[in-house]
């Protein structure tokens, strides 16, 4: 019988650690509870198909396609267009995020802002090679600020290769 109790416990021990274990020191669990986090937040999650995004959608569009979120819009001159639409996100396609800025000209979508947690950088390089492929990359005079490009039917989505760790980890999609 005191086998059984030591085996009882060492059970416990292992069902309440292994899974404390995972959310704390796996990429996969810290991810997971970033989202969850973020969303006890309030913030909401958005999934975005750079493939079908394109100048054709209208700030209604957008808002009817992601009623649930919580936008801000201003009707501002801005160098993407004449109006934006601004809000906190939880995550991008699972991707623990920050906030998204959604760019109008002339009521069409022009151009999009994902603000995204550094950690999570190579995770959203490989997200953004599964959904579009290879990338092409941009050299500049400074190898810091090589740039990751795909080239999509309606636009164009860009990241930068290497983040620094002070550095606010964006995405761009410019639309054609």
């Known amino acids: 019988m005191k086998n059984f109790a030591f085996y009882k416990r060492l059970f ?26 973020l969303w006890l937040a309030g913030d909401e999650e958005i999934d975005i198909n750079f493939q079908a995004l394109d100048k054709n959608f209208t700030q209604q569009d957008w808002k009817k396609v992601y009623e649930d979120i919580d936008w801000q819009c201003d009707n501002k001159v801005n160098a993407f267009g004449d109006q934006y ?67 999509t039917e309606h636009g164009m989505v860009m990241i930068k290769k290497e983040i620094e760790p002070e550095e606010e980890a964006s995405l761009i999609w410019l639309g054609n």
């Not at 939880?90 to 994902?114: E, M, Q, W």
């Open 12 to 37: 416990l021990v292992v069902i309440v650690i292994i899974p404390m274990w995972w959310l704390l020191f796996t990429e996969d669990g810290r991810s997971r509870s970033d989202r969850v986090i």
């Open 85 to 151: 639409c601004y809000s906190e996100i939880a995550s991008y396609n699972g991707i623990p995020a920050r906030y998204l800025t959604v760019f109008f000209d002339k009521n069409h979508v022009s151009a999009l802002k994902l603000v995204y947690r550094n950690q999570y950088h190579q995770k959203l390089g490989l997200d953004l090679q599964h959904q579009l492929g290879t990338p092409l990359m941009q050299q500049h005079e400074s190898a810091v600020n090589d740039m990751l490009q795909w080239h």
